[in-house]
């Protein structure tokens, strides 16, 4: 009998407290309210504070959300602290006093969120003083990308007073706040004097330039802050000072291929018994891989190859170079290769358009007429070598210029003399007929205008929209670039200080800053047959 009572009794208790379980109310409107800080211990712009507890009280349940990276304190202290919840109430305790007569910004970020749905209250932050006043200079300004002017945003920016050696590689910022969406930043509240001042793309949120990924900005001179309203503009760049590396070495019979961790901008190979002579060689689209070939004069053995990256950044490998094994088929048979101008891998091409034929290894012509065009298997053109038909210096590949038609042809196959272009070593090729749609025409614009500067050396770029370089002059006053595929450009000019013909990027040492960059402040659209003028000042 006591068994059994003691059985429903303790049914009975489950019962009771599942009946008590508190549970989230189902229905009802979604709650998309970020909290609401009340009050406060010590209030905004307090004075002489001495508590070592920071206390926030809010009009909702809060919790913290990663809240020792995401919580700024300027300026910087190492004094650690525990967060402790009372439902709408959170304090940081800290476990030291706060330095005397000093002025103490808390940005909290993204660090404090509500428990029901996370919003975070966005904004927050709290300004107090350990003295009788509040510092009150302050600067402000703009972090963009130095060669788009594209604001950067959510970059960490960081002040480091003058009188110390403190650094932003090895030490955090004195003072330290975040860029908004649009790059936008403000400190206040901090002290009067000389800092030096940098942007950094925080990839690794420890408020420190150890990463190389990351983009830097910086000024060479200090700035002097003060009370009276400063705006400075910080810029971006990527600093490399890795050097290319050549990871993997393959061997062929028609070519000899290097490839390394990073594209390169330029490549010589030569050969080390006769230095004077570069070898032939072919560089891939995105620069990692490099094709070397033999030739008459150079038919294997030591060789040297120097690789430079966009950042000047330069290794030179020797390497024994041997043609063996069998033929690099990197291209079976012949294709179209992207060229810029509209061919793409859907083998669409215009009229009047310059088309560019991969071949998969080296070969010699033994025809004058190497090339033949065909529609509806009728054959409609010839193509002569070398007056229409052109090789580049590796014998890779061949190029011409897509006739007129006079009659409309939709659809054409370019077919390649397999007898009369030779394979240089191995067999012919196996396929040789490559189909192409015609595109209809669409005509290519031009730009051009007047150059009104008091600088003497600098360099006029026309790019497209992904900022990618399609034409440049340098230190002339005027500019004409034709030939231009219709679409959205723009205009950048780059003061070339040293007047070596190229941009000169960041400073590892972070003293020397980058050449200055304009950017015309429109977009030109160009349109087809259509000759556009427009004159640059900076």
Not at 279 to 294: A, E, M, Q, R
Not at 474 to 491: A, C, L, M, Q, V
Request: glycine letters at 6%; aromatic letters at 8%.
């Amino acid at each position: 009998m006591k068994l059994v009572n003691s059985i429903f009794l303790a049914a009975s208790l489950m019962t009771l407290a599942s009946c008590a379980s508190i549970n989230n109310p189902e229905g009802g409107p979604k709650d998309e309210d970020a909290p609401e800080l009340l009050d406060s211990n010590p209030k905004p712009q307090e004075l002489n504070v001495s508590t070592r507890t920071i206390t926030l009280d809010f009009n909702e349940e809060v919790q913290p959300n990663n809240l020792q990276k995401e919580l700024l304190i300027t300026p910087f202290t190492d004094n650690k602290y525990q967060v402790r919840l009372q439902k709408t109430r959170l304090e940081l305790v800290f476990e030291e006093p706060f330095e005397e007569n000093t002025t103490y910004t808390f940005n909290f970020r993204k660090g404090i969120q509500d428990i029901t749905e996370k919003n975070t209250a966005e904004g927050l932050g709290l300004t107090f003083s350990t003295g009788t006043f509040i510092d009150s200079s302050r600067v402000s300004g703009q972090v963009v990308k130095l060669l788009t002017q594209e604001p950067e945003k959510e970059a960490v920016v960081a002040l480091y007073p003058t009188n110390d050696t403190l650094s932003i590689r090895k030490s955090r910022p004195y003072y330290q706040t975040q860029a908004d969406a649009n790059g936008e930043f403000a400190f206040e509240n901090i002290k009067d004097g000389e800092y030096r001042i940098y942007a950094l793309t925080d990839k690794n949120n420890n408020s420190l330039y150890d990463n190389e990924d990351e983009w830097v900005a910086y000024k060479a001179e200090p700035i002097r802050v003060t009370s009276e309203e400063q705006e400075v503009v910080l810029q971006t760049v990527r600093i490399d000072t890795k050097r290319p590396l050549l990871q993997r070495r393959e061997r062929y019979t028609d070519r000899f291929v290097a490839n390394y961790n990073e594209g390169l901008e330029r490549f010589v190979a030569t050969s080390a018994e006769s230095p004077k002579d570069t070898l032939v060689h072919k560089i891939s689209p995105d620069g990692k891989v490099v094709d070397v070939f033999g030739s008459n004069r150079f038919t294997g053995g030591k060789a040297l190859l120097t690789a430079l990256d966009s950042a000047a950044n330069r290794t030179v490998d020797t390497v024994q170079i041997a043609f063996e094994g069998k033929r690099a088929q990197r291209v079976i048979g012949a294709r179209l290769k992207a060229n810029g101008n509209g061919t793409g891998n859907n083998n669409t091409v215009s009229e009047g358009q310059q088309v560019t034929i991969e071949l998969e290894t080296p070969v010699s012509i033994k025809t004058k007429e190497p090339i033949r065009l065909l529609a509806d298997s009728i054959e409609v053109a010839r193509l002569t070598y070398p007056d229409q038909v052109k090789v580049d210096r590796s014998a890779t590949e061949l190029s011409f210029v897509m006739p007129k038609w006079t009659n409309k042809i939709r659809e054409a196959t370019i077919i390649i003399d397999s007898a009369g272009i030779v394979p240089v070593q191995g067999a012919q090729f196996s396929k040789p007929a490559i189909q192409v749609t015609i595109a209809e025409a669409r005509g290519a614009g031009s730009l051009r205008g007047a150059v009104k500067t008091e600088q003497k050396n600098y360099i006029v770029q026309l790019v497209d929209n992904q900022y990618k370089v399609k034409n440049q002059v340098r230190n002339t006053k005027t500019y004409n670039f034709r030939n231009i595929e219709p679409g959205t450009y723009f205009i950048r000019v780059i003061l070339d200080t040293n007047n070596n013909g190229k941009w000169d990027g960041g400073d590892p040492e972070l003293v020397k800053e980058p050449e200055q960059v304009y950017l015309h402040d429109k977009p030109l659209e160009i349109r087809a047959n259509w000759e556009m003028e427009e004159d640059i000042t900076f």
